[in-house]
């Protein structure tokens, strides 16, 4: 008896593994094939804040904080990026790492101030912080005030990789987000990961256990950072501008939106909500509704209806399939 | 001279920075007391603050009414539409993370904005001083303008007001029970949920007056609020939330300071507010006036 339940527990955790693989395959094949339907700088874009979303959703989810400054790290990196390589004529790899070394830096300085305090005022002082750096930016000499820096070359990767094509810059930014997502899942996946779970769930329990608890979310908020960095200097790769919109606080609001909408605390709902809100952004801008409005209406119809977000429901739903699944299959063996 | 500076350029500034020190003192005790009772961060109140101003200049240019009548009418106003907000959506999510309802005001803030822009575009709309105050006067050393010390006095009023009801009236002490524990307060029959929806209403109302009396000086246009709010957000978390004289104090020290920035080095002059409140933040995280979590 004993037996036969073990089996039909790991049934269906063999079945989910399977249905991930599945799922890896089936994205990576639409990834390749997508710039055959879809116009490359769109999908560009979406993969850009596809992954801006993600890193977010480190600290989000996985760290239960809701960190109200992240355009500080995206369009901060941008702004470096965009001037190294316009400027100092760095590569697109090396301008991708100095974007991703300031986004770091940034995010140690504001994550030591902001874990000092928790829940609305880690919120609202890391909004505050980058409303900081946004006027930082502003007066900067370099960036150009209003104009922002323009212009900015794409140069090639390795010296081989032309990136000036869409098409090459498109598997180029493929593998970036690639990589940035497998950072990610390689993070969750960890000890550490699974201690910054426990912090979220009960921070006073994890710090009485003898962990060192403040240290647990600066690093997971750096790394957030730092893949909001990446995911920063990427998108000025594909644009060739970085402009104040990107260090602006409506856009911290904005990948709070894409976050929420795909699911918070999942791997793939922030891509998924990135993308929803990015085309419903692009059908808007031919309308004379201001976008404010959407972004808006959509987060009060998530935070009241459907607050697990796409894919926290559509797993929650998956989850209880597999639960009455194998209940079922306990009593036929029965 | 005072280092280097005239001194009427250095008291004008400094009567601009007290000016804009009363709205930070009305907006963040308006969310401070909606925050010690609902424990929600509103988000909204930048927006109120906003709709405050532009329901005066709609009453004033297409209602005619008078300046006076719309510094009574606008927060009114702006309390309904708060109480029906409190009604229909933020009270759903009281037994919940709190960060939801941070959300859910973040996301009206921007639906309200978004509705403004469309129908008044992004430019500021001027509004009139009242001609009883658009005087200065000489004081030998600098010229007031009349307006701005009513300003400056009717807000400062207000936050007084507001600190005699809630110490010294049988309504305060409700509001205060409230805050403490307010399943006792609901065993000794006292409506709790009125007295939610009416705080929220009250801290709207105060968010809708500020935004009256900024009318003349500021120009009404969407985004004035939300740039606001920011700042109001810093303030908030260097008095302390729950301080009703930490807003005060912290409101009118931070714009005072703000002017003086402007005065001796301008480029600092908005970064002055974030860089106290990172400095408070280190030494004394609670807030200058806060009580322990």
């Not at chain 1, 769109?42 to 801006?52: P, T, V």
């Not at chain 1, 305090?117 to 750096?133: D, E, K, N, P, V």
């Amino acid at each position: 008896m004993t037996a036969m339940l073990a089996k039909t527990q790991v049934c269906p955790l063999h079945r989910r593994m399977y249905a991930k693989l599945a799922l890896l395959a089936a994205g990576l094949a639409l990834l390749a094939a997508a710039p055959m339907f879809l116009y490359p700088v769109f999908l560009m874009k979406l993969l850009c804040f596809g992954l801006f979303a993600a890193a977010l959703n480190l600290v989000l989810g996985y760290g239960g904080m809701v960190a109200f400054g992240h355009a500080t790290f995206f369009g901060g990196a941008a702004y470096v990026t965009a001037h190294a390589i316009k400027e100092w004529g760095f590569g697109a790899g090396s301008g991708l790492m100095i974007g991703v070394a300031f986004a770091l830096v940034a995010g140690f300085l504001m994550g030591i101030i902001a874990i000092r305090r928790q829940g609305f005022y880690f919120a609202m002082t890391t909004l505050a912080l980058s409303q900081m750096a946004y006027f930082a930016f502003f007066q900067a000499p370099f960036t150009n005030a209003e104009d922002g820096i323009q212009r900015v070359p794409r140069p090639n990767f390795l010296g081989f990789v032309p990136l000036a094509d869409n098409l090459a810059l498109y598997y180029f930014v493929v593998a970036v987000f690639l990589i940035g997502m497998a950072v990610i899942w390689r993070v969750i996946h960890s000890p550490f990961g699974a201690s910054m779970t426990a912090i979220r769930e009960n921070e006073m329990r994890t710090l009485s256990l003898g962990y060192r608890v403040n240290r647990y979310k600066l690093t997971v908020f750096v790394i957030s950072a730092g893949l909001s960095g990446l995911a920063g200097s990427l998108k000025v790769l594909v644009f060739q501008i970085a402009t104040l919109t990107d260090v602006a606080w409506q856009m911290s609001g904005e990948v709070i939106l894409m976050t929420l909408l795909g699911g918070v605390g999942t791997f793939l709902g922030p891509v998924i909500g990135a993308a929803l809100v990015l085309t419903i952004q692009n059908y808007m801008a031919s309308t004379s509704v201001p976008v404010t409005i959407f972004i808006g209406a959509a987060f009060i119809i998530c935070v009241m209806l459907f607050r697990k977000g796409i894919v926290g429901e559509i797993d929650a739903f998956m989850r209880r399939e597999w639960a009455a699944d194998s209940i079922r299959k306990k009593v036929e063996l029965q | 001279m005072i280092f280097g500076v005239p001194l009427v350029a250095l008291a004008s500034q400094l009567v601009l920075g007290l000016f804009n020190g009363a709205f930070y003192a009305l907006l963040s005790l308006g969310l401070g007391v909606i925050f010690g009772l609902l424990r929600v961060v509103n988000f909204t109140h930048g927006a109120f603050y906003t709709v405050g101003a532009f329901t005066a200049f709609l009453l004033t240019n297409q209602a005619g009414l008078s300046f006076w009548a719309s510094l009574l009418i606008a927060p009114l106003i702006v309390a309904v539409l708060a109480a029906v907000l409190e009604r229909s959506l933020l009270r759903k999510l009281y037994g919940l993370d709190a960060l939801y309802g941070l959300l859910l005001t973040f996301g009206i803030a921007l639906l309200i904005e978004g509705m403004l822009q469309m129908f008044f575009g992004v430019a500021g709309q001027p509004y009139q001083v009242p001609a009883v105050l658009s005087g200065t006067s000489n004081l030998g050393f600098m010229f007031l303008p009349h307006y701005r010390a009513f300003a400056i006095g009717i807000s400062l009023l207000l936050c007084l007001l507001t600190w005699l009801i809630i110490e010294y009236t049988s309504l305060g002490a409700k509001l205060r029970a409230a805050t403490e524990n307010s399943s006792l307060l609901e065993v000794f029959g006292v409506n709790v949920p009125l007295l939610l929806t009416c705080t929220y209403a009250f801290g709207g109302a105060l968010a809708g007056f500020a935004g009256v009396v900024a009318a003349p000086v500021f120009q009404v246009s969407p985004l004035m609020g939300s740039n606001l709010i920011i700042v109001v957000f810093a303030v908030v978390i260097i008095g302390g939330l729950g301080s009703i004289t930490g807003a005060i104090v912290s409101g009118l020290m931070l714009g005072v300071l703000e002017a003086l920035a402007k005065v001796y080095w301008p480029p600092s002059a908005n970064l002055v507010p974030f860089l106290i409140m990172a400095v408070v933040l280190f030494l004394r995280p609670r807030g200058l006036f806060g009580k322990g979590e």
